[in-house]
């Protein structure tokens, strides 16, 4: 079973930065696609970045584009995700969560696993 846990949410004033984290365990972190998404009240849970197994290429929405970096440590297992000027509409719930396939990448992202969530909240 595989958990992720992710830590690093907070209260930002707009135009402020935060870094979330996520720790990964249980299967073999190095062979899959890891990325964010991220759910505001009464809305869809939306997509925001990815990375591959390798860390060879990322991905973004494009409303974080240029303001958010997605990085990960197959050493550590774990996968970040910087976030920089950030709005008050960035305010959500920051899930972290790993695709459900090995070696492979789509965007959006297929995962299987979820971590708890991380709350976001950025002030105008």
């Given at each position: 079973?595989?958990?992720l846990?992710?830590?690093g949410g907070?209260l930002?004033?707009a135009?402020?930065?935060?870094?979330?984290?996520?720790?990964?365990?249980?299967?073999?972190?190095?062979s899959?696609?890891?990325?964010w998404?991220r759910?505001?009240?009464g809305n869809?849970?939306?997509f925001?970045?990815a990375?591959?197994?390798n860390?060879?290429?990322?991905f973004?929405?494009?409303?974080?584009?240029?303001r958010?970096t997605?990085?990960r440590?197959?050493a550590k297992?774990?996968?970040?995700?910087?976030?920089h000027?950030?709005?008050?509409?960035?305010?959500?719930v920051?899930?972290?969560?790993?695709?459900?396939r090995?070696?492979?990448?789509?965007?959006p992202p297929?995962?299987?696993?979820?971590?708890?969530g991380?709350q976001?909240?950025?002030?105008?």
């Amino acid at each position: 079973q595989v958990q992720l846990v992710e830590s690093g949410g907070g209260l930002v004033q707009a135009g402020g930065s935060l870094s979330l984290s996520c720790a990964a365990s249980g299967r073999t972190f190095s062979s899959y696609t890891m990325a964010w998404f991220r759910q505001a009240p009464g809305n869809e849970r939306d997509f925001v970045a990815a990375i591959t197994w390798n860390g060879a290429s990322t991905f973004y929405a494009d409303s974080v584009k240029g303001r958010f970096t997605i990085s990960r440590d197959n050493a550590k297992n774990t996968v970040a995700l910087q976030m920089h000027s950030l709005k008050p509409e960035d305010t959500a719930v920051y899930y972290c969560a790993q695709d459900s396939r090995p070696y492979i990448i789509s965007i959006p992202p297929i995962p299987r696993y979820w971590g708890q969530g991380t709350q976001v909240t950025v002030s105008s």
